[in-house]
Each structure stands twice: as C-alpha cells, then as structure tokens.
C-alpha cells in the first residue's frame, strides 16, 4: 500500500533541536520527491521546501529558508524535517507528501499525494 | 510569490445541495491549479489535480473548472463525508502556494 507514516508528537521546549521524520512506502523513494507543509493552529496550509531524494537537492519556502532543513535517507525511504533551535512560533502540524512531477525538474505542474498523517510540534516554555 | 485567494472562507450548506468554492490567483497559473480536502485530524486528500483532472477514487460529483486566474471547486450533490476544508494549490511557481482554505459546514 502506497503510504507515508510520519513520526509522533512532539513537545519541546524553546531553543531545543528536533527532527521529525516521514517514513513511504508502496513505492520506488528515489524516484518522487518529497514535499512538506505546516499548518499553525486554526490556520491553513503553507508550503515549506521540497527534496528530491535521488540527489537531495532541495528548495525551501521563502519564509522556511535558514529555519528548517530538510534531508532523505534514501537506505530507509525516509524523509526529515530538522530545526537546531526551535521558537513557540514553529508550533504546528506538519505534513509530508510525495510529489507528483510533471516534468523533469519538479519545477511546475505538481501536486502531492498522498500525504502522511501530521506530525504535532508544540513548543512551549 | 503568487497569493491564491479563496472564497468564502466558510460556507454553511445541506446535504444534497450544489455549492461551488472559488479560487483566484494574484497571477496567471494557467491550468496548474490543484485542490485538496482536508478533515481534522486526518491527512489532506487529493480532489483534483491540473485544474479538472479527477484522482483517482475520488466521487465524480467533484469537478474543477477555470484558467489563468479564476477557478471553482463544485461539488454537485453535498453528501455527508463531504463536509471539511477545502484548499485550492497553484503549482505555476515551485514556491507553491496555497489559498486560505473554505470551510464548508452541516447547515
């Protein structure tokens, strides 16, 4: 079955690192990239970076870039979110996706599916 | 970076009832515009991909129309596993952007 599982909730204080990960399976991991939203409480969707796992070049949301890092281990078909020092404003749900590519590059025409369930990151003092 | 805005923000219908949401782009995006439900606690969900392609298992009383800038998400007869937020996406831009999300309700 064609799936990603994302790992658990996640309570940490401000200044403390995390990682956070999305686990696929169903399917050939190098061959789609992996994509990440955040969704704040109450809020909508934001798109934060994207990666692609056969070469781990990645592109980051305006608003993501230097905050946020994101990796693959391709050994495992898992992806990461990474902060080394996290701020109550990075309390949210995040979402992984895999991302269909329309073209070569996954630089337009894309849309993701399917997701994984949500991680919760709650940063409080 | 392209602003997708949709309207309303929330909208109150019956079952049974044909509703359309509405998304506009602050720029053309052609016909790379996608949209997703999502439901609380639950992953967001594929509807429509390219402005009217239908994902695979999704109900035919979804459809998706427009270009450039103007789209609509219609759901043709509301059914009870209907109700949830739904999020237009442009991918003209690979700083994809989302619109703000319709919340649609039990009326």
């Known amino acids: 079955e064609l799936q990603l599982v994302q790992s658990g909730a996640e309570a940490k204080k401000p200044g403390e690192s995390l990682t956070i990960s999305c686990k696929a399976s169903g399917y050939t991991f190098s061959d789609y990239w992996i994509t990440w939203v955040r969704q704040k409480p109450g809020k909508g969707l934001e798109w934060m970076g994207k990666i692609d796992p056969s070469d781990s070049y990645t592109k980051y949301g305006p608003s993501f870039q230097g905050h946020v890092t994101i990796s693959t281990d391709t050994s495992i078909s898992t992806a990461f979110l990474q902060w080394s020092s996290l701020k109550a404003s990075d309390t949210a749900i995040y979402y992984c996706a895999r991302q269909f590519c329309s073209a070569p590059g996954c630089f337009r025409g894309d849309w993701f599916d399917p997701w994984g369930q949500g991680t919760l990151v709650t940063v409080s003092s | 970076d392209i602003q997708m805005t949709q309207s309303p923000s929330s909208l109150s219908a019956s079952v049974g009832d044909r509703i359309t949401i509405a998304c506009r782009a602050s720029q053309s995006v052609y016909s790379y515009l996608n949209w997703y439900q999502h439901k609380p606690g639950k992953a967001p969900k594929l509807l429509i991909y390219?402005?009217?392609t239908l994902q695979s298992g999704v109900p035919s009383r979804f459809s998706g129309s427009g270009s450039g800038t103007d789209f609509t998400l219609t759901i043709s007869s509301l059914q009870p596993e209907d109700f949830a937020t739904y999020y237009c996406?442009?991918?003209?831009?690979?700083?994809?952007?989302f619109g703000q999300g319709t919340k649609l309700e039990i009326k």
């Open positions: 390219t402005t009217s």
């Open positions: 996406q442009q991918s003209y831009s690979d700083h994809y952007s």
